[in-house]
């Protein structure tokens, strides 16, 4: 056997980072509470926050989300320069991370006091809609540097590639049952009682008080992480030139496809599946309380479906997994659309909780399979490019990446409020009195569009060109780098030190 070939046989056997794990115990249960609070929030309901109770019209909606959209991609190139050139004691990323949490924090929590800035206004009430307009442009100016830094972050937490698959695991597999979803859930109560009348409380006062709310816990949570953790992954000395970032995308084989798969699939357009339950079969407690159930009863299924991952990634490719779990989703979708068909099933509230509870069951038979690969296989493609060309660009590649999805993003936005006036929806109305027209297409948006028009994005998957062998070599490989770089940069240290 060649030396590569031993090398990758070690690396193979574990023999790089098998005995060593980074993060300790204080730092991985603040990593628990980051994920976990990343999907706390009520942003499930925020279709209906701004349709219903805020009442912005969607022809302003496709303007502003135009241009919101436009300044997005024009300011992601300058703050990602920015962001990978910066080199400071607290690290590369934590600097943004740490200063701009609580100040974005609160901007978010402002936004779920719009109804109370303009109470009782209409959808073209011009100062609500400037108000509108800057605050998009801000927020979205500021929540770029953290979500940039936050993408980067993410992959250098630990240089270990078992350590961070055990932690996206371990995270994904507790969360789930520490309430991420309850906020939904009990808004989901709160809305019912409130829109039947048997409640008599204004609707704003119920999404200022989960809006806000889960805001600052969130908040809170995702700071302490921050604070606690570190960044590990060495980053070169000097900093690289932003083309290499862009170029990066190109000439690292498997980020180019990750690209383009988003790029095809983020032809998808659709709606949020919650908007149907309640424009078609009423916000009421009982599919309420039957969706939790439907959830409550498939997550088991997907908690012991995390226990699949390790065997799966010994016995099929990260390839094989990415595209089964895309195709084995697109099945399931097609089958709960055709369900709903039959029969015009889709206005019947019981054959279509039935079909939807067993499609989650079968759906969290590879949810974990699903979040762990997703999760690590852009860390795969990150630490790839640091393997081929000696340096890491997380934030200017990751935005050379988006650039074209944001695009898309924005026109994407505007078709989707261009569709929603000729679907016939009307702001404003009682809940489940939109026309039988608009209930039919907000069920044909939600359940098959998007697998419709995001299709092609299944096909680059199919090229993926990291093997279980190349993984094995490219980790053994850069272990010994980052030994090097470690080694270099305090033999220069000392070198100064000692010099007259």
């Given at each position: 056997?060649?030396e590569?070939?031993?090398?990758?046989?070690?690396a193979?056997?574990?023999?790089?980072y098998?005995?060593?794990?980074?993060?300790?115990?204080?730092?991985?249960?603040?990593?628990?509470?980051n994920?976990w609070?990343?999907?706390?929030?009520?942003?499930?309901?925020?279709?209906?926050?701004?349709?219903?109770?805020v009442?912005?019209?969607?022809g302003?909606?496709?303007?502003?989300?135009?241009?919101t959209?436009v300044?997005?991609?024009?300011?992601?190139?300058?703050?990602?320069?920015?962001?990978?050139?910066t080199r400071?004691?607290?690290?590369?990323?934590?600097?943004?991370?740490?200063l701009?949490q609580?100040?974005?924090?609160?901007?978010?929590?402002l936004?779920?006091?719009l109804?109370?800035?303009?109470?009782?206004?209409?959808?073209?009430?011009v100062?609500?809609?400037?108000?509108?307009?800057?605050?998009?442009?801000?927020?979205?100016?500021?929540?770029t540097?953290?979500?940039?830094?936050?993408?980067?972050y993410m992959?250098?937490?630990?240089?270990n590639?078992?350590?961070?698959?055990?932690?996206?695991?371990?995270?994904?597999?507790?969360?789930?049952?520490?309430?991420?979803?309850m906020?939904?859930?009990?808004?989901?109560?709160?809305?019912?009682?409130?829109?039947t009348?048997?409640?008599k409380?204004?609707?704003r006062?119920?999404?200022?008080?989960?809006?806000?709310g889960?805001?600052t816990?969130?908040c809170?949570?995702?700071?302490?992480?921050?604070?606690?953790?570190?960044e590990r992954?060495?980053?070169?000395?000097?900093?690289?030139d932003?083309?290499?970032?862009?170029?990066a995308?190109v000439?690292?084989?498997?980020?180019?496809l990750m690209?383009?798969?988003?790029?095809?699939?983020?032809?998808?357009v659709?709606?949020?599946?919650?908007?149907?339950?309640?424009?078609?079969?009423?916000?009421?407690?009982?599919?309420?309380?039957?969706?939790?159930?439907a959830g409550?009863?498939?997550?088991?299924?997907?908690?012991?479906?995390?226990?699949f991952?390790?065997?799966?990634?010994?016995?099929?490719?990260?390839?094989?997994?990415?595209?089964?779990?895309?195709?084995?989703?697109?099945?399931?979708?097609?089958?709960?659309?055709?369900?709903?068909?039959?029969?015009?099933?889709?206005?019947?509230l019981?054959?279509m909780?039935?079909?939807?509870?067993?499609?989650?069951?079968?759906?969290?038979?590879?949810?974990?399979?699903?979040k762990?690969i997703?999760?690590?296989?852009?860390?795969?493609?990150?630490?790839?490019?640091?393997?081929k060309?000696?340096?890491?660009?997380?934030a200017?590649?990751?935005?050379?990446k988006?650039?074209?999805?944001?695009?898309?993003?924005?026109v994407?936005?505007?078709?989707?409020?261009?569709?929603?006036?000729?679907?016939?929806?009307v702001?404003?109305?009682?809940i489940?009195?939109?026309?039988?027209?608009?209930?039919?297409w907000?069920?044909?948006l939600c359940?098959?569009?998007?697998?419709?028009?995001?299709?092609l994005?299944?096909?680059?998957?199919?090229?993926?060109?990291?093997?279980?062998?190349?993984r094995?070599?490219?980790?053994?490989?850069l272990a010994?780098?980052?030994?090097r770089?470690?080694?270099d940069?305090?033999?220069?240290?000392?070198?100064?030190?000692?010099?007259?």
């Open positions: 056997m060649d590569n070939g031993k090398r990758a046989a070690d193979a056997n574990g023999n790089v098998r005995s060593y794990n980074y993060v300790g115990t204080k730092e991985t249960v603040a990593y628990l509470f994920d609070s990343n999907c706390f929030n009520i942003n499930g309901y925020k279709n209906r926050f701004i349709w219903d109770v009442k912005i019209d969607f302003i909606q496709a303007i502003v989300g135009l241009f959209g300044w997005d991609v024009i300011n992601d190139v300058f703050i990602s320069a920015l962001v990978d050139g400071t004691r607290l690290g590369k990323f934590r600097p943004y991370l740490i701009m609580i100040p974005l924090s609160l901007l978010g929590i936004y779920w006091f109804p109370y800035m303009f109470p009782n206004t209409a959808g073209t009430y100062p609500k809609l400037i108000f509108f307009f800057v605050f998009g442009v801000v927020t979205e100016t500021a929540g540097f953290t979500d940039i830094a936050r993408a980067g992959s250098t937490v630990t240089p590639p078992n350590e961070r698959v055990r932690l996206i695991t371990l995270a994904e597999l507790l969360t789930g049952y520490m309430g991420e979803d906020p939904t859930f009990i808004l989901g109560i709160l809305y019912d009682f409130v829109t009348g048997r409640w409380a204004p609707l006062s119920i999404f200022v008080f989960m809006g806000a889960t805001a816990v969130s809170w949570f995702t700071f302490w992480f921050f604070l606690v953790s570190k992954v060495p980053q070169t000395i000097e900093r690289p932003i083309k290499q970032g862009f170029l995308i000439k690292n084989y498997p980020v180019f690209a383009l798969s988003d790029f095809f699939g983020h032809f998808a659709g709606m949020n599946e919650r908007d149907y339950w309640i424009d078609v079969h009423g916000a009421n407690t009982m599919i309420n309380s039957a969706l939790a159930v409550l009863v498939s997550g088991p299924v997907g908690s012991v479906s995390y226990a991952v390790q065997p799966l990634r010994k016995r099929f490719s990260s390839k094989f997994l990415w595209v089964g779990a895309d195709v084995y989703g697109d099945v399931l979708c097609v089958i709960f659309f055709t369900v709903g068909m039959i029969n015009n099933n889709y206005k019947k019981m054959p909780l039935i079909v939807y509870g067993f499609r989650e069951i079968f759906a969290k038979l590879l949810f974990g399979v699903n762990v997703n999760a690590d296989l852009w860390n795969e493609a990150m630490d790839y490019c640091e393997w060309s000696g340096y890491r660009m997380e200017t590649t990751g935005v050379a988006s650039l074209v999805l944001k695009l898309q993003n924005v994407r936005a505007s078709v989707f409020n261009v569709i929603m006036k000729k679907i016939g929806y702001q404003g109305l009682k489940g009195t939109q026309s039988e027209k608009t209930k039919r907000e069920f044909i359940a098959i569009m998007p697998t419709i028009t995001g299709a994005g299944i096909v680059p998957k199919l090229f993926w060109p990291i093997t279980k062998k190349k094995a070599q490219m980790y053994y490989e010994e780098q980052r030994n770089m470690v080694t940069y305090v033999n220069g240290f000392d070198a100064e030190e000692t010099s007259p």
